[in-house]
């Protein structure tokens, strides 16, 4: 497994009608996308749930590199780099997954990035990672992801309703999920 997550922050008084139109018009087209596990389309508005910015931030769950490539490469990235510029691509190495309770599509997601301190064995702090992923109803799917080249853990997930307030995070606001091939990734640790 494979995330990947790029943010594209707009001005504070951007109309963000038009990225939720663009969502609306635009994102079934991952619906059936080939190695796509999920894409939650994510925004966050200045104001709301506590953002600063503006922003439309989409996070991806890829089951093959094949798939990641495809779309980089293809015309879905490229429509969006000409209508915003090409935005710098976060890539982490899926460390381990787990579905939650809830079906049908998430209203919420929450991430949060964190630096390993130097002193901190990188697989005892995934270890413990997964073993705090959120078991609660509201779940739908949570994922741990790791950045070998910055040493960043990535801890992200998707929930029914607003998320929790234990839950760790950045707050977004999922208008579609895509979810072609999300039951064949990999549930539990990823090595």
């Known amino acids: 497994m494979h995330a990947m997550q790029y943010e594209i922050t707009l001005p504070a008084d951007y109309d963000m009608g038009v990225i939720r139109r663009r969502i609306a018009t635009k994102g079934h087209l991952l619906d ?13 508005e200045r104001g709301l749930d506590g953002s ?11 089951r093959t590199a094949e798939g990641m490539n495809s779309f980089l490469w293809g015309p879905g990235f490229r429509g969006l780099s000409a209508d915003f510029g090409r935005p710098a691509v976060r890539h982490w190495l899926g460390a381990g ?11 919420t997601a929450t991430r949060r990035i964190e630096r390993f301190p130097e002193d901190t064995d990188p697989a005892e702090a995934v270890e413990q990672a997964l073993a705090a992923l959120p078991d609660h109803p509201d779940l739908h799917t949570a994922a741990v992801a790791v950045d070998p080249h910055r040493w960043e853990l990535l801890r992200f997930a998707l929930w029914r309703a607003a998320a ?16 072609p091939e999300l039951d064949r990734l990999p549930v539990g640790r990823h090595w």
């Open 32 to 44: 059936d996308f080939p190695g796509l596990g999920l894409k939650a389309y994510l925004v966050r």
């Open 52 to 62: 600063p910015v503006n922003q439309y931030a989409p996070f991806y769950l890829w």
């Open 97 to 107: 997954l787990r579905r939650g309770p809830a079906d049908g599509a998430p209203a």
């Open 164 to 179: 929790p307030d234990t839950a760790p995070g950045s707050r977004y606001r999922v208008h579609h999920l895509s979810s």
